[in-house]
Nanobody, 125 residues
């Protein structure tokens, strides 16, 4: 059974940095599309970064240049380095994974198969 567990969230001041981690277990597929999403209260879920086993990455304009997604295959862990955080970045952050690479091709559309429980990020001005 695939399990994704996020960690690394917290509270920072505007301009600060955080690195989120998503530890994956039970994932035996050879391919992956993995992504980070966020959702703030009263707002729709937003995709903030995606990557696949080919190393391609995608970001929306709102985080491009500030957020970096990466994978450590040896540790089965997905990361999201977030720099220059802004109050509008505050949200619950979720990682997601799917062996179907078409999800990365159509990202952020579609609903990936596996999801973590989320980690909270708070940014104060």
């Amino acid at each position: 059974q695939v399990r994704l567990v996020e960690s690394g969230g917290g509270s920072v001041h505007s301009g600060g940095s955080l690195r989120l981690s998503c530890a994956a277990s039970g994932y035996t597929y050879r391919t992956f599309c993995m992504a980070w999403f966020r959702q703030a209260p009263g707002k729709e879920r937003e995709g903030v970064a995606a990557t696949d086993d080919l190393g391609d990455t995608s970001y929306p304009n709102s985080v491009k240049g500030r957020f970096t997604i990466s994978v450590d295959n040896a540790k089965n862990t997905l990361y999201l380095q977030m720099n220059n955080l802004k109050p509008e970045d505050a949200a619950m952050y979720f990682c997601a994974a799917d062996p179907d690479l078409t999800f990365c091709a159509s990202w952020p559309e579609g609903n990936l198969r596996y999801w973590g429980q989320g980690t909270q990020v708070t940014v104060s001005s």
